[in-house]
């Protein structure tokens, strides 16, 4: 397949924020997670002598802007790095992660839209190459949206991601699939095919209060469409140590999910916001940051999970 296109005529410069690694790294010492538990110490993954079949992991939550994409991105290509073959699947009409790996959705002739719709277009004809090795992309665009409104009349049209994905699993360690912020038919898909949900929550309070409406929605899907679907984790992102609403948000996550929340913590840096322009994960645009520190951390924790 092609390598993807780099966007960045069509993407604005961010604006630098005062946050830093600096800051960032504050967020673990004496032994213990940024919400005051124990941190356990993960060993590296063990080097795989075959590959597959893939486990599934829903990137969701209805709540927009809470890190899912760059989340779905930055886990994807540190799972990569310890040697799993990875498959990242955009499932939000926006668009969001095909952008973020350097593609132009605009540009695209086909995608994950296409395979749902067309019997005729396979998973194979939309598949892209992504500039990580072991990590290969489902792009998606606006296309997309039209998909909720269309599969309304199919026969188990719970189900159509899953059937389209099936011919890829014995290919892949892992999917990463990146819902769209809302809890309609898409997502109802996405956590049919998945086995495990990662639900990002940024650590503020307006994003907290959704939590329990999400988690209502996987008990529904669990009780009727996907009894095998768990919970893996709750992973607190845009981190801020400095900020006491940051550390008692924390606080009441832990509180109220006890160990489904990961003891890894992604902090706020201006990082991210930048590689979404340069299009590449942030384990290779800043390699020794402690956002990749904190990514490669994560899927340490995933895996030993």
């Keep these: 397949m092609a390598k993807s296109t780099n966007p960045t005529s069509t993407m604005a410069t961010p604006i630098k924020s005062v946050e830093s690694d600096?800051?960032?790294a504050k967020l673990s010492k004496d032994g213990l997670d940024a919400a005051g538990r124990p941190m356990p110490v993960y060993a590296d993954p063990a080097p795989l002598d075959r590959h597959g079949p893939a486990w599934v992991?829903?990137?969701c939550?209805?709540?927009g802007g809470v890190g899912k994409t760059t989340s779905t991105i930055n886990l994807g290509a540190a799972?990569?790095?310890w040697g799993r073959r990875v498959l990242l699947v955009d499932f939000d009409p926006q668009g969001a992660l095909s952008v973020g790996l350097g593609v132009n959705p605009h540009d695209l002739d086909r995608t994950i839209y296409n395979v749902l719709i067309e019997r005729d277009v396979s998973v194979d004809d939309v598949l892209l190459k992504t500039n990580t090795p072991g990590m290969d992309l489902l792009p998606s665009n606006i296309d997309l949206s039209a998909a909720e409104v269309q599969l309304v009349n199919e026969v188990a049209r719970e189900q159509v991601l899953a059937r389209a994905l099936e011919p890829l699993l014995p290919?892949?360690?892992v999917v990463l699939i990146d819902c769209q912020p809302s809890l309609g038919l898409l997502t109802v898909n996405a956590l049919t095919a998945a086995s495990s949900v990662i639900i990002p929550l940024e650590c503020e309070f307006f994003a907290l209060r959704g939590v329990a409406l999400l988690m209502q929605t996987i008990e529904k899907v669990q009780e009727r469409l996907n009894p095998r679907l768990e919970v893996e984790g709750i992973l607190a992102t845009m981190f801020d140590p400095r900020t006491l609403h940051s550390r008692e948000v924390l606080a009441r996550v832990v509180e109220a999910f006890g160990d489904?929340?990961?003891h890894t913590v992604i902090g706020r840096?201006?990082?991210f916001p930048e590689t979404t322009v340069v299009g590449e994960p942030i384990t290779t645009y800043a390699s020794s940051s402690a956002g990749a520190r904190a990514y490669r951390e994560l899927a340490k924790e995933v895996?030993?999970?």
């Design 260 to 262: 489904r929340v990961f």
């Design 79 to 81: 799972l990569a790095e």
């Design 57 to 59: 992991l829903a990137m």
């Design 61 to 63: 939550n209805q709540k």
């Design 171 to 173: 290919d892949y360690d």
């Design 303 to 305: 895996l030993a999970r």
């Design 269 to 271: 840096t201006v990082r």
């Design 22 to 24: 600096v800051v960032e």
